[in-house]
């Protein structure tokens, strides 16, 4: 019988090149909230689907009251929990993690790179992550919101690198994952 890797969002509060201890602190939470709001446990199994196949178990710290007071507004903290899960998953999917946060109007929420010295060529090796939290939902909702985001990056399709576009739907719990 083979074992799933692990999926720890607690790793997220070590930081990134490009998110704070602090802000992966919060990413944690944010997660943490919307798999158990779903009535899930530790360990909960996330399928991962798309350009990668894959399943994960996934782990948290134990939420408080004082957390489920603090996220109270189910969207923002769906698309907290989101960004965690996706960063994560990019991370272990791939050799790219999380390098700086994108600005709005550009179509993707963070910049990828390799976790390496900086090149002196700023887009050398880079990618781009857009992502979105489904908090409860269907495949065909999951697709649809695949298609949006896929078109969403379009604009920043000049930039010749590549997009990875990650659906996390919190109750299933499943992961869509796309390389564009």
Request: charged share 25%.
């Amino acid at each position: 019988m083979s074992v799933n890797p692990k999926l720890l969002l607690s790793e997220l509060s070590r930081g990134l090149p490009g998110i704070t201890p602090s802000f992966g602190s919060t990413l944690a939470e944010a997660g943490a909230i919307c798999f158990e709001e779903q009535n899930h446990k530790n360990g909960v199994e996330l399928q991962v689907e798309g350009t990668s196949n894959a399943k994960y178990n996934v782990y948290w710290e134990q939420i408080t009251d004082q957390m489920l007071r603090c996220w109270g507004d189910a969207e923002y903290t769906t698309e907290q929990g989101a960004y965690g899960v996706a960063i994560l998953l990019i991370r272990d999917l791939t050799d790219y993690t999380v390098l700086e946060r994108s600005w709005k109007g550009t179509g993707f929420d963070f910049w990828l790179g390799k976790e390496r010295d900086y090149s002196e060529f700023p887009f050398q090796d880079k990618a781009r992550l857009e992502v979105s939290g489904i908090r409860s939902g269907y495949d065909r909702q999951i697709t649809a919101r695949m298609l949006k985001k896929l078109a969403q990056v379009i604009p920043s399709d000049s930039t010749l690198l590549p997009a990875y576009i990650v659906i996390v739907e919190f109750s299933t719990p499943i992961s869509r994952v796309m390389k564009k």
